[in-house]
């Protein structure tokens, strides 16, 4: 049977470049569609056994979380607990359910699928965010029993065997951290962006990505094997073993090449004419600090400091993190360590069940109809000024053991640089930090307002970091992650560029640094052009420092400038994009 | 017996999930059938999620229908559970 099965080739959305050989792991949001599957008459008796077992064990688990949380823990979460206990004895979970089984002869799991969708059909047209909020609650419950009907999914992603290809709904950040080469040959999802956050997390781990993949289709199927191509987005299955061969060729020369690059990764960042270029390492895992030194980086140009959050689901304490950022400090041996402040929020969410211990400072913000533009990275933490107070001492505790740097995420106006400026001042004071070893602090330039301000921002703020991914979205108002929109999202609109040379041309003015952080200042096509627009310190994932180094030593600063100069006479996208690879191909 | 009594929702979030909680506790040791209709929509007033399936504001007006043995005695403490805002005032 599994001999007979036959190659198939699907095309998708390449997101993250590589080649993944490896066996397929349905990975399961519990948000995916559930196939509905027809029971035979005589078992249904044992499908309704079945149900019943999962909703037991899920009022075990509430009953127990409710013993703890009565000990000790806040009232509002025990009584919350019993809420979902009374609904998990509602006649609508128990009797209504089984006779749904009963009546249309399905699956469980497709039965709560309808109801769920009932639910949200029912309360998301209501205007009361309130109400809105409530479906948690069902959600929650529903999750939990869904969870005891199908055990399985509840794999971890840093448990799966070796050479996994975990095929999925959407991935999400806090999951695709957790993956790692050896275990995690590939991903494939249905939704997705190229930009997305788990999209660049997968791209700096070297894990091919293919998006927009129908895999439901595929769940009927018998699979075998499957490669992933990240850079053509082909997905094959059960591939043929000519098919194989050609891939596994292809992946060893791609490991070559790679290992060719790394070898020459720690000669100086600098152009061919001289000009120094300086490279540093983007950082979601502070255990990484090794790897990216040995990938030659000059230091930490940005530490996305909320993973330590989306990581554990919960705000780290002061303590923790002076830990924490200590240990890199020192292990950076007096490397510069740019600590972005918790960008947290917008897409940046796990959802917190009610009984976790974080989950008020979210529920208080509650559901928001656009997220990208709402109350997240500084002003999330200026709203909750314990959580920024905490950080801000832990940093400034911490800068007594190396370069230490402070970047505030999604600045918008000069107010918010002089709030965490001032309290900066206050917690120094505290600690008794003299005023000449003030810590540096930094605006990421990511929202259109603080570019057109940056003159201003340059002026107050020590340096600056532009922040392409976001800046792009906000710039274009394109969504990065919406697959309709993703054809409107370039990299290159002659706007980007322009606002970029405004911005290198405010911080020259105010002799401050500014860097590049966001994922084109990884892509070897416009580093050239980069260069041209002034850019002279560059911050990417530590796997791409190799490739980075080894474009701008390709290149002389003047050349880059003309690149530059042309590029900016382009009017529409698709130009400017034709001109870039015309003349960047060398 | 079956009694009819209009209601008005009078606690500021509506009947969430903490006051439909309350309804299906309070509930508990009566016999009634106890029913709940807003707008066009009769529900099972022991369930918790078709209480919340009503998504009731703040100053909705609830028929409540109970039928049996002790519907009076029933309809006394409904009533007054939501007079008095299932404790939320």
């Not at chain 1, 909703?55 to 979380?65: I, K, N, P, R, Y």
């Not at chain 1, 009565?70 to 089984?98: F, N, V």
């Not at chain 1, 780290?316 to 924490?324: C, D, N």
């Not at chain 2, 309809?75 to 939501?82: C, D, K, S, W």
């Amino acid at each position: 049977m599994l001999a007979m099965a036959e190659e198939v080739i699907l095309r998708g959305l390449p997101v993250s470049k590589g080649i993944g050989i490896g066996l397929p792991v349905f990975f399961s949001n519990w948000d995916e569609d559930v196939p509905q599957v027809q029971i035979p008459v005589k078992e249904i008796d044992r499908e309704i056994e079945r149900y019943r077992a999962a909703l037991a064990l899920s009022c075990q688990d509430v009953e127990g979380l409710r013993t703890v949380s009565l000990k000790d823990g806040p009232s509002e979460i025990a009584l919350i607990l019993s809420t979902h206990l009374e609904m998990m004895k509602d006649p609508m979970l128990t009797t209504a359910i089984e006779e749904k089984i009963r009546a249309l002869q399905c699956n469980t799991e497709s039965v709560f699928q309808h109801l769920i969708e009932e639910y949200k059909r029912r309360f998301n047209h209501l205007q009361d965010s309130y109400f809105q909020e409530r479906v948690r609650d069902i959600i929650d419950v529903c999750k939990r029993i869904l969870h005891h009907l199908c055990p399985l999914q509840r794999l971890k992603i840093g448990e799966l065997p070796n050479n996994s290809v975990v095929l999925t709904h959407e991935l999400v950040p806090s999951e695709t951290v957790e993956a790692s080469p050896p275990l995690i040959s590939g991903f494939v999802t249905m939704a997705g962006g190229i930009t997305s956050h788990a999209a660049i997390i997968a791209r700096a781990k070297g894990i091919p990505y293919v998006a927009n993949i129908d895999i439901k289709m595929f769940k009927h199927l018998p699979l075998k094997a499957l490669i992933v191509d990240g850079s053509q987005g082909l997905v094959i299955l059960n591939p043929a073993r000519k098919t194989l061969k050609k891939y596994q060729e292809i992946k060893r020369g791609h490991q070559a090449s790679y290992r060719q690059l790394k070898s020459a990764s720690h000669l100086r960042g600098e152009t061919v004419d001289g000009y120094e270029v300086r490279v540093f390492a983007n950082l979601e895992n502070p255990k990484e600090v090794d790897l990216i030194l040995k990938n030659g980086a000059l230091g930490v140009g940005l530490f996305r400091s909320e993973y330590l959050f989306l990581a554990k689901r919960e705000f780290p304490s002061e303590e923790e993190q002076f830990l924490i950022y200590k240990k890199m400090a020192v292990a950076l041996k007096g490397s510069p360590l740019v600590i972005r402040i918790f960008d947290i929020g917008g897409d940046k969410k796990v959802d917190l069940l009610p009984e976790q211990r974080d989950a008020h400072y979210f529920s208080k913000i509650g559901p928001e109809l656009n997220p990208a533009l709402g109350c997240r990275a500084i002003r999330f933490l200026l709203r909750f000024p314990e959580l920024l107070y905490a950080q801000l001492r832990a940093i400034l505790r911490a800068s007594a053991f190396g370069d230490l740097q402070i970047l505030i995420p999604m600045v918008s106006d000069l107010s918010e640089l002089r709030q965490v400026r001032a309290m900066v001042n206050e917690i120094s004071k505290e600690l008794g930090i003299p005023a000449k070893k003030s810590i540096p602090i930094g605006c990421m330039i990511e929202v259109p307002s603080s570019a057109i301000m940056c003159d201003a921002l340059a002026k107050e703020a020590d340096f600056l970091s532009i922040g392409t991914n976001d800046l792009v979205q906000y710039l274009l108002a394109a969504d990065r992650t919406n697959p309709h929109t993703v054809d409107l999202y370039f990299a290159t609109h002659p706007s980007i560029l322009r606002m970029i040379r405004m911005i290198v041309a405010s911080a020259n003015c105010a002799r401050k640094p500014v860097i590049i952080c966001g994922e084109c200042a990884a892509d070897p096509a416009l580093i050239p052009l980069l260069l041209g627009l002034g850019i002279r310190e560059f911050s990417v994932a530590a796997r791409h420092i190799p490739l980075v180094k080894h474009t701008i030593r390709k290149w002389r600063i003047l050349e880059a400038c003309r690149l530059a100069e042309g590029a900016l006479e382009q009017t529409a996208a698709q130009e400017l994009k034709d001109y870039i690879a015309a003349e960047t191909c060398r | 017996m079956k009694l009819v009594c209009k209601v008005k929702v009078k606690n500021a979030l509506g009947l969430h999930t903490r006051p439909a909680a309350a309804i299906v506790r309070l509930l508990q040791p009566h016999k009634s059938n106890v029913m709940f209709t807003y707008r066009d929509e009769t529900i099972n007033a022991r369930s918790i999620m078709s209480i919340l399936m009503l998504a009731a504001k703040k100053n909705s007006q609830i028929t409540i229908t109970i039928e049996g043995d002790d519907a009076e005695t029933t309809m006394t403490h409904i009533v007054r559970a939501f007079e008095e805002e299932f404790g939320e005032k």
